[in-house]
Structures are given as C-alpha cells and as structure tokens.
T-cell receptor
Framework: DQQVKQNSPSLSVQEGRISILNCDYT??????FLWYKKYPAEGPTFLISISSIKDKNEDGRFTVFLNKSAKHLSLHIVPSQPGDSAVYFC????????????FGQGTTLQVKP | DVKVTQSSRYLVKRTGEKVFLECVQDMDHENMFWYRQDPGLGLRLIYFSYDVKMKEKGDIPEGYSVSREKKERFSLILESASTNQTSMYLC?????????????FGSGTQLSVL
C-alpha cells in the first residue's frame, strides 16, 4: 500500500527549460511534505519542504506546489541545469508519526545540455 | 561539518551470515532511522529510534533488528542474510519536533548477499 506515489520513473528535459516532478498521496493525515535529491553513491539531501497550511513554497530555482484537495504536490525547477540530474524523492509525514517520513518511489531527472 | 557516517560503502556477504551495518552521527540528534532503497520502490523504513535503547519497527522490519546503546550510534543487524536483502541501506538522523523532520542521510551502504 503505497501512500506516497511518484508515477513517473523518469523525466528528461532540455537545459534552461522547466522540470516538473509530480507526487500523489493517499493519506489525508499527511500535513508536511518534503523533496529530497539523490545523486548516485550519495545519500539523499533535503531540497525543499511545504506545510499543508501553504499551497506554495519557493527557494531559488525550486518551487513546490501543494494541492490538498487533489492530494497532489509538484516540484518545479526553473531553469533546469545539468547539475540537477538526479533522483528526486517526495516524502510526507503526519502528526501522529512525528519524524517518520514516508517516501515515494523516486523520479530520475535527466537535464540535457 | 556535521554528518552521518556509515561504516562501509560496499559489503558482500554470503547467505546465512550475520551482518552488522553501523551508523554514527555527530549532531547529537535524538532520532535515527534505517531505510533501504530499491529500484521502483523508493525508500522504505526498516527501523527507527527516538532515544537510546529504544526502537520501533518501520514498514519492513522482518529479517532485521537494531541496536542503539549510545545516542550517536544506531546499528542495523541482519540476523541471517538472504539474497532478497541485497539493497542500498541508508541511515539518517534528525532532531525531534515537527519543524525538524528534515532527515540528514549518510552516504549509504550497498549490500550484496550472494
């Protein structure tokens, strides 16, 4: 029972264009969402987060959008750079399991020069 | 530079062996976690600990156990390794509280069980 789903295993975009990574969740108790980025042979690193009281959070080239009614969040990267090529995981947590994150399957982003 | 250190980057073990994966963090974090990463399945939580000598099962604890004798160290134990435990194992830590749910991960241990 996958509570957090990333239905696109991979995405390829041209350098300078927008990358949009999507994530869906099923547990309505989730109220905090995070995106992590992972390079090969390294651990995931935190990228950006959003609380359910917001619908948008921006940090430089990265913006996360949250649509609670649709139980959907997305990560926008503008403009995309070759160094953004990595696996991106979305994660979620609920108040009842503080500190415990549920991760999606990951999306591999390739940014072509 | 604060970090989470996993003792081995690569391990090759035989079926039936007892395997120890070690993790140390230098941030004085209360929370520590063990995940495994498999293609198409993402990161799945094996065990976690909110304090010394305490542990809680995650989503896939079968075949694993853990030990947390000191705050900075969290060990994952495969009692009798099997081929389906071949995976990337990731240790993470965090401070308690909702605003500190950002996990800090180690670099991972790629375990192969033959």
């Amino acid at each position: 029972d996958q509570q957090v789903k990333q239905n696109s295993p991979s995405l390829s975009v041209q350098e300078g264009r927008i990358s949009i990574l999507n994530c869906d969740y099923t547990n309505s108790m989730f109220d905090y969402f995070l995106w992590y980025k992972k390079y090969p042979a390294e651990g995931p690193t935190f990228l950006i987060s959003i609380s359910s009281i917001k619908d948008k959070n921006e940090d430089g080239r990265f913006t996360v959008f949250l649509n609670k009614s649709a139980k959907h969040l997305s990560l926008h990267i503008v403009p995309s750079q070759p160094g953004d090529s990595a696996v991106y995981f979305c994660a979620a947590s609920a108040p009842s399991n503080t500190g415990k994150l549920i991760f999606g399957q990951g999306t591999t982003l390739q940014v072509k020069p | 530079d604060v970090k989470v250190t996993q003792s081995s980057r690569y391990l090759v073990k035989r079926t039936g062996e007892k395997v120890f994966l070690e993790c140390v963090q230098d941030m004085d974090h209360e929370n520590m976690f063990w995940y495994r990463q498999d293609p198409g399945l993402g990161l799945r939580l094996i065990y976690f600990s909110y304090d010394v000598k305490m542990k809680e099962k995650g989503d896939i604890p079968e075949g694993y156990s853990v030990s947390r004798e000191k705050k900075e160290r969290f060990s994952l134990i495969l009692e009798s390794a099997s081929t389906n435990q071949t995976s990337m194992y990731l240790c993470a830590s965090s401070s308690p509280g909702r605003i500190n749910e950002k996990l800090l991960f180690g670099s991972g241990t790629q375990l192969s069980v033959l």
